[in-house]
């Protein structure tokens, strides 16, 4: 079907889909852009596939080395602007990637020395056994790990470590229920507050930073900023609702986690690695380096030492890094062959206020979100946004007012969690006993509702104050 679709809209006229003036190559990337859209929202194949395949398609039918046939006998006008090779290939080594794969690195030495499961010990102990707070403890936990680690890793650890709690209700419990679903929900709202929390945040820093798209010299500490006090909020208004929606029956739950005592010589250097690793993130305006270099040196330290091998490195989650990488790869193609800049003038981006525009992205992000991957729906919505945004004649070139809608677009694609598909997390949680795709939608639709408010409220009250 995804074939099928494509090649008909590649063969359609493009006047009859309202772009008239479109280049061949703009009509042969669109076909691509629609291929992409069906796989990722059937998931025909692992998503990851689908972005591998988006990245050949584009390098033999829109790039500078494409197939011949395609580009012999045709002026230039008419076939329109080809994309450089270089460019789509270098997507698999672009900065972002390199990043992820430094947060990689550190939640993988931290699971193998048990570096993760002492702080979720640490964390949890001061709690107590009240279940409102083993839930708040749980919570915290898993948002405070999804900051540096994979959601989908964290999702795992933490529900490995709330298994014996949840071995020891009844069959049935009812209270099995919210200690599941507050596990992937703090999950995707942890990842919002560091750029390596999810890979929509990569995306969203690429844009930030791009000299060629907005050049806003984003750092790590300013994204920190921004979104540690939202996801700490969220978080906390997500346990509330959860207590309301699915109150407890047993007042008291037993905590029995299990630390290893062995490798403590090991756990240290990866702790010392971690939170030096931290804090030259969060300081990074002040010591030189940038955050893509400085993520890049706990695999360094790990594999000098010994601590990351080659099992290490066989498991990391290579498949989520191609994701990203074809992602990448549509963004530049849409760009350079200007197909974006012929479907932003489909909408009257120009005409809208400031917060209109920034709703409108948001609440699309969030519904595409909700049904196909979070990374997916961000790299289709914020390869549009930056040349939405400086077509807006009521934004200006307003720096702050710019960061702060593609800032709101990416909380978006973290609030989407209403359905066991719309995020690895919630698939996780989904395969447990108990949790029902009704009441996963239920909690996900209604915190993502609520987290919607409080995203456009706190970035409308800093950046839109001067022009609602």
């Not at 309202?18 to 059937?42: F, H, K, N, Q």
């Not at 993520?295 to 000098?304: C, D, E, I, R």
């Not at 849409?334 to 479907?343: E, G, I, K, R, S």
Request: a negative charge; aromatic letters at 10%.
């Amino acid at each position: 079907m995804a074939i099928a679709v494509a090649l008909l809209v590649w063969m359609t006229p493009p006047a009859w889909y309202g772009i008239p003036d479109m280049s061949l190559v703009e009509r042969r990337m669109m076909a691509i852009v629609i291929y992409a859209i069906i796989m990722w929202l059937t998931e025909a194949v692992p998503l990851w596939t689908t972005s591998i395949s988006i990245i050949v398609l584009m390098l033999a039918l829109v790039s500078n080395s494409s197939f011949t046939f395609l580009v012999e006998g045709v002026d230039d006008y008419t076939l329109g602007h080809l994309v450089n090779y270089h460019d789509i290939m270098s997507t698999f080594a672009d900065p972002v990637l390199m990043l992820f794969l430094g947060g990689f690195t550190l939640a993988a030495a931290a699971s193998s020395v048990g570096l993760d499961t002492a702080i979720a010990k640490g964390l949890l102990k001061p709690l107590g056994d009240k279940s409102e707070g083993v839930m708040l403890g749980f919570m915290i936990v898993t948002a405070t790990l999804s900051m540096f680690m994979n959601n989908t890793a964290t999702t795992a650890l933490m529900l490995s470590v709330a298994a014996p709690i949840l071995r020891s209700l009844p069959y049935k419990s009812q209270d099995k229920l919210p200690l599941t679903l507050c596990i992937p929900i703090s999950a995707n709202i942890g990842g919002i507050a560091t750029p390596i929390g999810t890979p929509a945040n990569m995306i969203a820093l690429h844009y930030l930073n791009d000299p060629g798209k907005l050049d806003m010299d984003f750092t790590y500490g300013d994204w920190m900023f921004y979104m540690l006090p939202l996801s700490v909020f969220l978080v906390f208004i997500s346990w509330l609702l959860l207590l309301w929606l699915f109150p407890f029956q047993h007042k008291n739950l037993s905590l029995d986690i299990q630390v290893a005592e062995e490798n403590k010589n090991t756990r240290r250097i990866v702790a010392i690695t971690f939170f030096v690793t931290l804090g030259m993130w969060i300081f990074e305006p002040y010591i030189g380096l940038n955050m893509y270099v400085i993520g890049l040196m706990p695999l360094a330290v790990f594999s000098l030492s010994g601590i990351i091998g080659r099992a290490e490195v066989r498991y990391m989650n290579w498949e989520i890094l191609w994701l990203v990488a074809g992602g990448l790869a549509l963004g530049v193609g849409m760009d350079q062959t200007q197909l974006a800049h012929h479907l932003v003038k489909l909408v009257p981006f120009s005409e809208m206020e400031p917060w209109m525009l920034s709703m409108v992205a948001g609440l699309l992000c969030f519904v595409i979100s909700t049904f196909i991957s979070n990374t997916a729906a961000a790299v289709l919505i914020l390869s549009v946004l930056p040349m939405a945004l400086t077509a807006n004649t009521s934004v200006g070139g307003d720096t702050g007012l710019m960061t702060m809608v593609v800032l709101g677009v990416t909380v978006s694609a973290s609030l989407a969690m209403a359905l066991p598909v719309s995020t690895a997390p919630n698939a996780l949680a989904y395969a447990n006993e108990g949790v029902t795709q009704k009441a996963m939608a239920k909690v996900g639709f209604l915190i993502g509702a609520v987290g919607l408010v409080v995203t456009f409220l706190l970035f409308g009250y800093l950046s839109f104050a001067d022009y609602i």
